[in-house]
């Protein structure tokens, strides 16, 4: 018997490796403006990158507010002249191409396709998420796709939930699984708002939290555990 009826998946990190599609853009970025990267320059624009994301979904700063800080931080961290903005536009257009999978995401996805509704549950930027998905052949897998810029409010916050069932027009919270890779966002905002989760614990961290179930890797995720 089925115990949900809708799945939301988080995108980044726990469909697609986010990490590997950032490093790929960026070196592409870079080197249009003659630059080679070291590995410690990648890290560290990584790490900025993070830190201003974070401080995005928290609200602390505007969407052009993130994007304008990241690359005149990294171009100051660098010691070059060059125009943030325009390279920030070059990095979102190569990162709206990236594909690059989580192992075991395809026949992650397989398993609840057609058996349940399947919904994006991402922060980030709607149309590079969507053209991602769109690229990587599988956007019409999903029954919808929710994206924090277009909604207006991030994970962990209630607002974004809200706005999945108010589309929906399904109140009922015991019908609805969040699953994703982040605990502070994904599992901290599905439980807050009262949903059950699934915490993608990908890199083994202390767990801080009580997730309603918790796998390592994705091909580890079993229906017959959600339909206890």
Avoid: C, W
């Avoid at 397989?110 to 149309?127: F, R, V």
């Amino acid at each position: 018997m089925k115990k949900y009826e809708y799945i939301l998946i988080d995108l980044d990190d726990t469909i697609f490796d986010f990490k590997k599609g950032e490093r790929a853009s960026l070196i592409k970025v870079m080197e249009s403006i003659g630059y080679t990267l070291t590995e410690e320059e990648i890290k560290a624009f990584s790490d900025m990158n993070e830190k201003y994301f974070q401080m995005y979904a928290s609200g602390e700063l505007s969407r052009d507010e993130f994007h304008d800080k990241r690359f005149a931080e990294f171009f100051s961290y660098l010691g070059i002249n060059d125009d943030p903005h325009t390279s920030d536009k070059r990095y979102m257009d190569e990162l709206s191409m990236a594909i690059e999978y989580v192992d075991d995401a395809l026949d992650f996805l397989k398993k609840i396709y057609g058996k349940y509704k399947m919904y994006i549950a991402s922060n980030g930027m709607y149309e590079i998420q969507v053209s991602r998905l769109k690229k990587a052949g599988i956007f019409e897998m999903f029954d919808g796709v929710y994206v924090s810029s277009k909604i207006g409010a991030n994970k962990p916050s209630k607002d974004f939930f809200s706005y999945i069932l108010n589309d929906l027009n399904d109140y009922d919270k015991s019908k609805y699984l969040m699953i994703g890779d982040r605990e502070e966002s994904d599992i901290v905002g599905g439980i807050d708002f009262g949903i059950d989760t699934m915490y993608f614990n990908r890199k083994y961290k202390d767990i801080k939290t009580a997730p309603t179930y918790v796998i390592n890797k994705l091909s580890e995720f079993d229906l017959k555990t959600i339909e206890k």
